[in-house]
């Protein structure tokens, strides 16, 4: 129960953050900006302390360290491989166009006669 009231806290926090921005539309924007960035990390702050906030910090820290552990490509790779796409795109659109023209002819000129 504690941890919903916790959720429903931070989301109060953030709607704050957002009526802020509204109910400050006379003021610069910096200030109407800053009302939203600090509605979101109180919200941020609180959701952190419940059960599920806790879990999701787990998640990310487990899954920086999987993005540490991949090997990218390197620019060689990934432009050959942008290349390859950018082809197989090129004579995917030439074949579906030739096979339009050719169901056209057929149903158009051979079957219905139309010219």
């Known amino acids: 129960m504690a941890d919903k009231l916790k959720f429903a806290l931070a989301l109060a926090l953030l709607a704050a953050?957002?009526?802020?921005?509204?109910?400050?539309?006379?003021?610069?924007?910096v200030l109407r900006v800053l009302s939203v960035l600090v509605g979101f990390g109180a919200g941020v702050a609180v959701a952190s302390f419940s059960e599920q906030g806790q879990r999701f910090i787990g998640f990310a820290?487990?899954?920086?360290?999987?993005?540490?552990?991949?090997?990218?490509?390197?620019?060689?790779?990934?432009?050959?491989?942008?290349?390859?796409?950018?082809?197989?795109?090129?004579?995917?659109?030439?074949?579906?166009w030739l096979t339009d023209k050719t169901l056209e002819w057929v149903l158009y000129d051979l079957v219905l006669g139309w010219k």
């Open 17 to 29: 953050g957002v009526v802020g921005f509204y109910l400050l539309s006379e003021q610069p924007l």
């Open 61 to 96: 820290r487990e899954s920086i360290t999987e993005v540490k552990k991949v090997v990218w490509p390197s620019r060689k790779e990934t432009m050959q491989t942008t290349g390859l796409v950018f082809a197989f795109v090129v004579v995917m659109a030439i074949f579906l």
